[in-house]
């Protein structure tokens, strides 16, 4: 048995210095427009994130233990390092979503930076992840998860009205956000699957979820930004929808997907966030040499140059600073070398 921790959010490590080509900033954007970068992109270390005050007080008064601006009760689970919903739920079934739930007044609330000392970074990507709970999240954390997948097949027009009434909210939160700052990329949760595979059929995704959705995705490019989808679980039968309807921009995935099979068919119009092997990662036995071989491999597997768009944009996690930054400078080294002539 392995003798070291997993974590389930990854520790923030100081970030790298390099002398850049061209910005971060530029190098993820060019992957967000699925052209070629000039080094792979690593998503957070090449984002700054804003998090509006409103937003971050909510957070805070749900923390540990506590209730949203909905009524959902929430229960601090130290071993996620997060919150689930728990009953008393608000909601004993879909139908009751008008006269149960009532809705904040968004226009009330401080939508200025939570951080008073926050400053525009120019060199990286601005976005905005603040859009409330992933859509259909909202749903199961306000009845709990069996009744809202229930309710999914047996009320999808109760359910279909419900997701567009929280879309509106959503749109309007995003717009209150916006009239600060010109973002470059808008990051939007909703996790539609389970390690094995889809939590719902397709047919059920298109009578509730697929519209909504598209709506969402449209403001957000009609504002400029790019728009990316964070999907955990085995959601490759999401693609068709996220790529042909949604025209998500990137996804944020997990690599228990196929990724050879996502850039190969779909990889000139979305990008794929990749996470390196956890296992690596975070195991102390991890030399140098062979956290730069692996950066290595994941460049020659699914790098720019293999690739009809981006290529891969790499989440960056562990938490070994000698292999942490071994890979992460491979990463960069390497990947500057192999994409010099694209």
Known sequence: ??????????????????????????NLMRAFRHEKPRY?????????????????????????????????????????????????YVMDEVGQWRERLQWPDLRSMDWGPDDAAFARDGSLALACR??????FESLHFLEGFEQCLVDLISEPEECLAYFQRMTDFKIEMYRLQRERYAFDYVCHNDDWATAQAQMFSCGTFEQTLLEPHIRLAEVVRESGARYMVHCCG?????????????KADVIEIQNINDTRYIL????????????????????????EQQAREYARSLVDQFGAHRNKGAGLVVHLLGDQPA??????????QYSLKRYADL
């Open 264 to 287: 190969d068919t779909y990889g000139d119009r979305i990008t794929v966030e990749y996470s390196p092997d956890a296992r690596i990662m975070y195991d102390p036995r991890t030399t």
């Open 130 to 135: 603040c859009l409330w709970h992933g859509t």
């Open 323 to 332: 292999s942490y930054y071994a890979f992460e400078d491979e990463l960069y």
């Open 40 to 88: 792979v992109p690593c998503l957070y270390q090449a984002t700054q994130f804003y998090i509006p005050r409103a937003f971050a007080e909510e957070n805070r008064r749900r923390a540990k233990n506590g209730r949203d601006w909905f009524g959902t009760n929430f229960r601090y689970e130290a071993s996620q390092e997060g919150v689930t919903a728990v009953a008393p």
């Open 1 to 26: 048995m392995d003798d070291y921790v997993i974590p389930a959010l990854a520790p923030k490590m100081p970030k790298a210095q390099h002398d850049y080509p061209i910005s971060p900033r530029e």
């Open 234 to 246: 085995k959601m490759e039968a999401w693609l068709p929808y996220l790529v042909n309807d949604i």
